[in-house]
């Protein structure tokens, strides 16, 4: 693993230019679209670029304000006109389809939940942009991210009085202040108190964030807080966990990726409310039989660990309900996804790890890879169903667009697909980086290369020619 340090330090940095670039163009295509007064895709394009860059995340942050502060310029518009409805029915009416591109602009993200602002305070609003009670108020919030929680920060209430010169009436003002605390909430509203410094100051602490921090050892703070639900450690240089790893009892969530961890401690089996432990990254080549006592476990990621198969089927064994992410399960999956008369198998396996993420904010990926792997089983009806769904979830998925005109077409729907091959013919997919004639071919390609045909990819192939 050391050895590899300077290969990766180089893709890494590679990584991060085409990061910056693309940061650069969201935040231009952001800027022109509010120009347009097209605000749900200013902030689409903006939250895309916090997602190419996350260290611009102030600066982001800005921007969406900025945003919202023009959407309540509307709404402060639409209310004037209402009230003024008998003598201007006409303004009334171009106010009245201002408010609607207001509330649709607040769907910057498909799912289950948005964001939104006003009246200086975050909170969350379902599909029909109602308020999420369960979801609080705060001074500050961030989206969900795939693990389940957004961070969030409640705000303090100051009450200013003052007197009007002019009439002598006293005027209240209420002003909202973001607070130090900060809390990760999951899709029910249940808060964790997080700190990332000094916990031994704060009581009550339900979560810890150490991640990317460096830390040659596990840190012994962290049993200071028997109580702890959720502990983040990613991204450091940790090899061993002590065997005091059992004393947490309550851990619900435990990050523990990107390390140099080579063996897990028996006492692991003892953490009987843990529901998903990320190992990926590490060097395990073995798994305490303990595993099997964690009857609560969902998921298990064990990605890029050179493990044998045999320790992962041992413990799937043991646990039949938790998906578990490396050895058969991911490392050998792509021989297994090639394999022609595994396709169903590799099919099967797509559809179990949606589980992974039926918490998560966007799981359009799962469903997109789902599609794909069902034009490969066979199932054109169930790759389209799953396109259409991968696309609901996540609109700026375009490359997912060529997979709902592959299982037309292998449905016998051509003009469907050719509809789909129309409209996109010549335009750049967001996701990608590529044109959409490119996407086309190369998913084309891949079929052919897995003995998958059809009459109509020659039809494809000459309509891009065009």
């Known amino acids: ?38 605000y749900k895709t200013a902030i689409k394009k ?25 959407i309540e310029a509307l709404r402060v518009e639409a209310e004037r006109a209402f009230k003024q409805v008998k003598e201007e029915q006409e303004k009334t009416q171009a106010a009245l389809n201002r408010a609607d591109k207001l509330v649709d602009a607040f769907y910057f993200y498909a799912g289950r939940f948005a964001l939104a602002y006003n009246d200086y305070q975050y909170y969350f609003i379902d599909i029909n942009g109602n308020p999420i009670e369960k979801l609080g108020y705060w001074g500050e919030a961030g989206q969900f991210t795939n693990e389940g929680f957004a961070r969030v920060s409640p705000y303090d209430v100051d009450t200013i009085v003052t007197t009007d010169t002019t009439t002598y009436e006293q005027l209240v003002q209420v002003r909202r202040t973001s607070s130090l605390d900060y809390f990760l909430i999951d899709t029910t509203g249940k808060k964790y108190l997080v700190s990332t410094d000094e916990p031994e100051k704060e009581p009550g602490i339900a979560a810890l964030g150490f991640s990317f921090n460096q830390l040659k050892e596990f840190p012994e703070k962290t049993f200071n807080y028997p109580a702890l639900e959720i502990l983040e450690l990613n991204g450091n240089e940790i090899e061993k966990i002590p065997p005091r790893i059992g004393t947490l009892k309550q851990l619900r969530f435990l990050y523990l990726s990107q390390n140099n961890i080579n063996s897990l401690p028996s006492e692991i089996g003892e953490l009987i409310d843990l529901e998903r432990l990320y190992l990926k990254g590490n060097d395990l080549t073995t798994l305490p039989v303990e595993l099997g006592r964690l009857t609560k476990l969902k998921i298990l990621d064990l990605e890029n660990n050179p493990i044998h198969q045999k320790e992962v089927e041992k413990i799937q064994k043991l646990l039949p309900n938790c998906l578990i992410r490396g050895g058969y399960s991911y490392g050998a999956i792509s021989s297994l996804y090639w394999s ?65 005109a592959l299982g037309y077409l292998l449905n016998n729907q051509w003009p469907e697909a050719e509809k789909i091959y129309l409209k996109w013919k010549g335009r750049f997919c967001q996701g990608s980086f590529k044109y959409c004639n490119r996407v086309f071919l190369e998913d084309i390609a891949k079929l052919e290369a897995a003995n998958i045909t059809h009459p109509d990819f020659e039809k494809v192939k000459q309509l891009l020619k065009k």
């Open 46 to 70: 903006y939250f895309a670029a916090e997602a190419f860059d996350p260290s611009k995340k102030d600066l982001v942050q800005r921007k969406v304000e900025t945003v919202f502060d023009k």
């Open 340 to 404: 022609s008369e595994r396709f169903q198998e590799a099919y099967d396996y797509a559809k179990k790890s949606l589980e992974e993420k039926e918490f998560a904010f966007d799981n359009s990926y799962e469903w997109a890879t789902l599609s794909w792997r069902a034009m490969h089983a066979g199932h054109y009806e169930e790759a389209i169903q799953y396109a259409q769904k991968a696309l609901e979830v996540n609109p700026l998925r375009e490359s997912v667009v060529s997979y709902l």
């Open 1 to 38: 693993m050391k050895s590899s340090i300077p290969i990766l330090l180089f893709c890494l940095l590679a990584i991060e230019t085409q990061a910056q670039n693309n940061y650069t163009q969201a935040i231009q295509q952001g800027d022109a679209a509010l120009r347009r007064g097209e």
